[in-house]
């Protein structure tokens, strides 16, 4: 890895990595599918979340050019069966409306105000993600002077053009950049490929997959990544 003191900005990956967002879903969908049985009940009377699901990763299929974007293949497959089911299909943004309120309703890793706190004493901090989380209805963004995703970039992890856009957005050379994420795959070995610093941020003991290389820090916490970069 190079040295901490070439570093000179923090990116973060945001599900699973500053917050635990299983839960999260399950509740931004299961108030999403009350709102659809209140307001346009056809629809889940014809069908299932799983159908829905379903229907999302489908719409994925036929657009691949859409597919990174979570926010539209929400909307855009709602939409289409609001119209089988004879609503307009203007409540798709009703119902994301709904759904994103929830979906931004969380609560933090206890470790994430303070250790964002320390680094951004020393280094700029950013964001990059695949997901729709909204840092400003969650009450962090003023932490970060980057926020990307998917949608906005117009490409998700692992792929290559999001790292670039992020060390372009810093104005800064891929290895004064780290990247801290949850995922082997999507977060290191994606960061890694596009010349950024890697931190594995391994909340839950994982073990490290055997055929990836290792990330540069392995840390549990985001107090842990500040120690091990010198704040």
């Known amino acids: 890895m190079a040295q901490t003191r070439a570093l000179r900005a923090v990116a ?9 967002v ?4 399950v509740r931004a969908e299961e108030r999403w599918l009350e709102w659809l049985r209140e307001h346009c009940p056809r629809i889940p009377e014809r069908l299932s979340m799983d159908d829905l699901r379903a ?3 489908a719409l994925a299929a036929r657009e691949p050019h859409n597919a990174h974007d979570f926010t539209y293949l929400r909307i855009a497959s709602l939409a289409q069966h609001a119209r089988e089911c004879g609503y307009d299909e203007s409540i798709s943004d009703e119902a994301f409306e709904i759904f994103i309120a ?3 309703r969380l609560d933090l890793f206890a470790d994430v105000r303070p250790g964002l706190e320390r680094l951004r ?5 950013a964001t990059l993600s695949n997901g729709n989380a909204d840092l400003g209805r969650i009450g962090v963004a003023d932490f970060f002077s980057i926020s990307l995703n998917a949608r906005g970039v117009g490409a998700a ?5 999001c790292f670039e856009r992020l060390v372009q957005d810093l104005h ?14 999507l977060d290191v070995e994606a960061a890694r490929a596009a010349g950024l610093s890697t931190a594995w ?15 540069d820090i392995d840390v549990s916490d985001c107090l842990e990544l500040a120690a091990a970069l010198g704040v």
């Open 172 to 185: 800064l050379e891929p290895p004064e950049v780290i990247y801290v994420g949850d995922d082997p795959l």
């Open 102 to 104: 929830e979906r931004n």
């Open 201 to 215: 941020m391994n909340r839950t003991n994982q073990p490290w997959p055997v055929t990836v290389r290792p990330a």
């Open 22 to 25: 299983d839960p999260v879903i």
């Open 121 to 125: 004493t020393r280094y700029a901090l």
């Open 12 to 20: 973060f990956d945001l599900d699973n990595t500053l917050w635990d």
């Open 157 to 161: 992890k692992p792929d290559r053009r």
């Open 55 to 57: 229907s999302r990763m």
